[in-house]
């Protein structure tokens, strides 16, 4: 290991800041990193834009706005946006009460919040489905308040809902638990409402962790694929979201136009990605006072 | 009453209220859930269930999904590892761009990521042309199974190491370092006993992913029961053969190693949250 200690220190010592550059493996576990960066993340992305760069730009075009695949675009991004409105509501609630206060059962909510990450996508999507059907648990009471969810975009929004409610609590219950109790029984010892305390003091340090976990919810959700088939139905111009459709179109051996529709859907998810990161950057800066 | 230490939403009924809606969704959207696939497995009696899972095909399977698993698992440790290494003990340019990057697999939908293999490993791919003229086919075969999971569960392990070791930073390494220990020693001595239940976690994880991956796998796996065929995707077949006693049997098995994965991710937290008792610096002289 020696020798992997001695190749590290050359450029440690040229980028590091101060007290970092003692420390051996650099060359070993960086290059580890890259390597499999690229194998496995960089290479199978480049074989994407290879196929779509084929493709004449009529074509592409064509390919991507084709009356269905657009359908299915809005259906997406509205269910997702529904999705994650509901987990940015009750994520926050599940958090709130986990963090702030005590009730028998406290630490199996807190471990069943975690079960959508645990449980498999195809899994909880038979779930689901059998819970919403006509004679399901929930269908058949949502049944004579004459909701149906089963095969219709709103199953879509509940599959959604499920897979992504982690993202929300596990992003804000760490800030919530940071809060510094001083300004709040400062200001509630001098009279304010507590809703007037959770506006103007709680929550305008609690927003850029509800945002991020917001976003990543929405994210999830704008791919989500295993949960949502089958409970959505499936019924094209209505129920189907784009992640279908690249699978429609894979199952149709149309590589070039899975490969147009799988690109848009790519470029939205990463430019998300992007932001949330850097948003998530300058928050976290700014919290450290740096 | 001790007014001055009173917090946002003390009052009894305002946390009463609070706690009922919280938990009821909790119920209705997390615990019952997991009740209906149980019931629904052994809905037609024991020795039903146990046909279920002790079918052929049931049974290749799990074979294959535990093989895949056992292949993926052990890659995204190392792999993981060495980028939280990296990016948490030295800086270097490009470190943020490389913890980003780390988290694609996260964005990209799982359809999409078995599209990307299929398109590079695929027959008439760039690479695949080249491998088939090698009589080497990945894709619909299990080794494109293990890539495209490999892909989807890149992250875990990263995820969980690089938040603890960056909030534990490098001094007791560097104290090895000026004792004179190699860097193997170091980690083993040092780096690990600290990391030890994050890496467990993230091992879980990676394993619960790994086991349960759905829509990448059912785009380069061909579905050929008994050959191709991952737990998962033998779910969704007896579902759509409308089997569905048959499919909640194969799902109770993928949602107890769910289970399975909340209650170690309990263990790991409460034996993180106690105070750390162990002298490692001892150890190392």
Request: proline share 5%; charged share 15%.
């Amino acid at each position: 290991m020696s020798a992997s200690a001695n190749s590290g220190v050359a450029p440690v010592r040229r980028f590091s800041g101060r007290s970092k550059r003692v420390l051996p493996g650099f060359g070993l576990s960086l290059g580890i990193s890259l390597f499999f960066v690229s194998l496995v993340l960089l290479l199978p992305l480049s074989g994407l834009v290879v196929e779509t760069s084929g493709m004449s730009w009529d074509q592409f075009w064509f390919t991507i706005t084709d009356p269905r695949v657009v359908e299915s675009y809005k259906v997406t991004l509205w269910t997702a946006f529904a999705a994650s409105v509901f987990n940015g509501f009750f994520g926050l609630l599940l958090a709130w009460i986990l963090v702030r206060y005590e009730f028998p059962g406290k630490r199996i909510v807190d471990a069943f919040v975690d079960l959508p990450f645990a449980l498999p996508t195809a899994v909880a999507g038979i779930t689901l489905a059998t819970l919403f059907a006509q004679n399901g648990w929930y269908g058949q009471w949502l049944a004579k308040l004459g909701i149906e969810v089963a095969f219709t975009p709103l199953g879509i929004v509940v599959a959604m809902a499920f897979t992504s409610i982690p993202f929300v609590v596990r992003t804000v219950q760490p800030v919530l638990e940071e809060l510094s109790p001083a300004d709040e029984e400062a200001a509630v010892s001098l009279g304010a409402s507590d809703g007037r305390v959770f506006r103007k003091v709680i929550f305008p340090s609690l927003w850029p962790a509800l945002v991020t976990g917001v976003a990543l919810s929405f994210t999830r959700s704008l791919g989500e694929f295993g949960a949502i088939i089958f409970i959505a139905g499936n019924t094209p111009y209505v129920s189907e979201v784009t992640s279908l459709m690249v699978f429609i179109r894979l199952q149709e051996y149309d590589y070039a136009a899975a490969s147009a529709i799988a690109s848009v859907v790519l470029l939205a998810s990463l430019v998300l990605l992007f932001a949330i990161n850097l948003w998530q950057g300058r928050y976290l800066r700014r919290l450290e006072g740096r | 009453m001790d007014t001055g230490h009173r917090r946002v939403g003390d009052q009894p009924w305002v946390r009463r209220t609070l706690i009922g809606i919280a938990l009821l969704v909790a119920l209705f959207m997390l615990v019952i859930p997991v009740v209906v696939i149980f019931a629904e497995a052994f809905s037609a009696g024991w020795s039903t269930f146990a046909g279920n899972v002790t079918d052929e095909y049931t049974v290749h399977a799990i074979g294959l999904t535990l093989f895949v698993a056992a292949l993926t698992v052990p890659l995204n440790l190392v792999f993981g590892t060495a980028l939280a290494w990296s990016v948490t003990r030295f800086r270097f340019p490009g470190r943020k761009l490389l913890i980003t990057l780390i988290d694609i697999p996260f964005a990209v939908s799982p359809v999409i990521a078995g599209l990307l293999y299929l398109l590079l490993y695929g027959r008439n791919g760039w690479l695949g042309g080249w491998l088939a003229s090698h009589d080497v086919q990945l894709m619909f075969s299990w080794p494109g199974i293990v890539m495209v999971t490999v892909f989807v569960t890149c992250p875990f392990v990263a995820r969980e190491l690089i938040p603890l070791m960056q909030q534990q930073g490098s001094e007791e390494e560097e104290a090895g370092v000026v004792l004179g220990a190699s860097g193997w020693r170091i980690f083993r001595k040092i780096t690990l006993p600290n990391i030890k239940w994050a890496l467990i976690y993230g091992v879980v994880l990676t394993n619960a992913r790994a086991v349960g991956e759905f829509g990448a796998v059912s785009v380069v796996s061909g579905n050929v029961r008994g050959e191709t065929n991952t737990l998962p995707l033998h779910v969704e077949l007896l579902y759509q053969d409308y089997n569905v006693v048959g499919a909640f049997a194969s799902a109770s098995l993928l949602a107890a190693i769910a289970m399975l994965t909340l209650v170690v991710k309990a263990f790991v937290e409460w034996r993180q949250s106690r105070p750390i008792v162990s002298t490692p610096e001892k150890e190392v002289s």
